[in-house]
Every structure is written in C-alpha cells, then in structure tokens.
C-alpha cells in the first residue's frame, strides 16, 4: 500500500472518530445559548435585595417625620443617609454563588464561540484561578453545599491546549467535559440561591413581608404626628374709652372680653402619601420578581442538568429545546418585572 494511500485511510478514521466524539455545531450553539441566558442571571435576585435595601431607606423618612426637635430630626435623616450608602450587606454565601454562576457561564461562553481566538498569554491561567478562588471561599462558608473545584484550571487547560489553534473537535470535547463536571456546581449554587430567595427566617421572602409591615405601620406613625386637627383658642380683650381695639358696650358702658376657637386641619401633603404608594408598589414588584426568579433558578438547574445528559448521549439536543425555551422565557418575565420598579 502506498504511504499516499496509508496517509488518506488513516486521515478517514481520525474524522470518523471525531465525528464520533465530537458535538456538533448545532449542539455547540445549544450550549452556547444556554451561557448566553446564564451569564447575567444573577442580576435579577441580586435586584430583589436592592430594591428592598432602597424600601427600607426610604420608608424611614416616615418615622424622621415624626421627630419635632430640630437636633433630632437632622440626626435621623443623616442615619438614614448612612444607611442609603452602606446599605444592608448581601449575604455572602449568596454573593459568591452569584459570582460563581457568572464566571461558569462566562468560561462557557468562550469556550462555544463561533470564532476562538484567545491568545496565549498570562491572563488565561489567572481567568481559571478566579474561578477556583470563588468557590473555595464558597466551600469555607457552606460546606454543607460543597461545590466541586477545578473547574477554572480546566478551563485555563482548555484553553491553552488551543490557542488560536483551538480546533472544533478539541472545542467541543473541552465544552463537554466543562459541562459535565459544572454541573454538580451549577446544583449546590441553585440550593444556595434557593435558600436565599425562600429559605429560613432572613430569606428575602420573609424580608419582603417584613418590610411591608414597617412601610404601613411607620406611614400611620407619620400620619399621627402630621395630620392633626388645629383648634386655637383666642382672647381678645377690648378697653372702652381708649384708641384701641373696642367693643362699646352702649348700656353697661364697661370693658368686654371676646373669646372663640378657630379651626384648621395641618395634612402631610400629596408627598407623602405618594411616597407610600410607591413603596408598596415596588414591594409588590419585588415579591414578584422574587417568585419569578424562584422559578428560574429550578429551570436553570434543570436545563444544565438535561444539557448535560444530553451530551453525555450525543444527542442532537432537540430534547433540550424545550428546557432551554423554558428558561429563556423565565428570564424574560423577570426583566419585564424589573422594568416596573421605579
């Protein structure tokens, strides 16, 4: 056999076994679609804790109205002021698997672009040690939800396996392999998120419920202490025979004394009562798009968890289709949501 003929048999059976091995490219945009929808998931419940931190700042400009003594009153606003730039801290467990998630999906992302071309340099390992760093700082704080490390050298890996030579098949074994070992970290990061947004007593569920009894309780406080009927008394005395206010008593021609009340009512103004509406509706909002994001996240889980398996099977993940519309759609209700919090 000539070394031509050799060299063509043997060229066949490397494309045969890679054909075999590899994903398609229709597979690769699944995947691809997928990190796409996934790498800014986290700005939607990170937007239920904002937008309670700015209720609770809000609100309590209620009970600083209540304060008359000038010293007082300005010490209160400037503690509300204090809070406004502090704010409540995100819970750091969740902060992290925030973090995680986006850095996953944004290794996932590069790794199933149409066009690869990242270079070879210094900043590729250091990508991948983020990653590890993020969830080995996660793995201290909830070891109850240990999450797998190694992902980011896997990534660094990957890529510097490729470079700007990094071939399909190589792309799609590399996705493959990120895919299956992420997805046991995509499980403890959707418990711990899950937690967050509907757990125990500090979750934002109970937040929110709590927050909207402090908006009504202080918005009536405000109101006893500003909507208040005025009743003056007054007295006028009149002297008869001098150039002063006078009464002339024409038959007793004596001094007289008049007394009466005078009436107002002092009311807040539409300003406050604006105030309150506007926070209850954005509670209403919030609670909302914490349901909504509840939701999500058992869809995010379950469309990596059929991602995964389906690629396991080599399967031209038409099954997957409907997981992934699935999600996409939860990720669209909770931006329409977002777009009504003032």
Known sequence: MKKSETLTILIG???????????????????????????SFSAYPQKVFTTLNEVRTQEQFFMAGTIRDPKKHQQSVLKIDTFRKTGAKLDKEAGLAFQIINDYAQKLVRLTANVYSLKLDTAVSSLGTNLDNLIGKYNS???QHTAPTGLGALFSDLVLLGGD?????????????FVIRGDTLIGAMAVTLQDFLSGNDNSLMHSIARE????????????????????????????????????KD??????????????AWRSTGIGADSLYINLLD?????????QQCLAAVEKLRKAHHKLMEDLQEKKTLKEIYAELQDYGQSIGKMNSTLKTIK
């Open 13 to 39: 059976l490397l494309l045969l076994y890679c054909g075999c091995a590899s994903l398609t490219k229709s597979q690769l945009a699944e995947v691809n679609q997928f990190s796409q929808l996934t790498k």
């Open 141 to 143: 704080l909830a070891p």
């Open 165 to 177: 030579l990094y071939i399909h098949d190589r792309q799609a074994k590399g996705t493959k392999e």
């Open 212 to 247: 909207r009894e402090n908006v009504n309780n202080n918005y009536l406080e405000f109101l006893k202490h500003n909507d208040e009927e005025i009743r003056i008394t007054y007295q006028a005395d009149t002297i008869y025979g001098k150039n002063k206010l006078r009464k």
């Open 250 to 263: 024409s038959s007793a021609k004596k001094d007289v004394t008049v007394i009466g009340q005078l009436y």
């Open 282 to 290: 954005n509670l209403d909002a919030d609670e909302l798009l914490r």
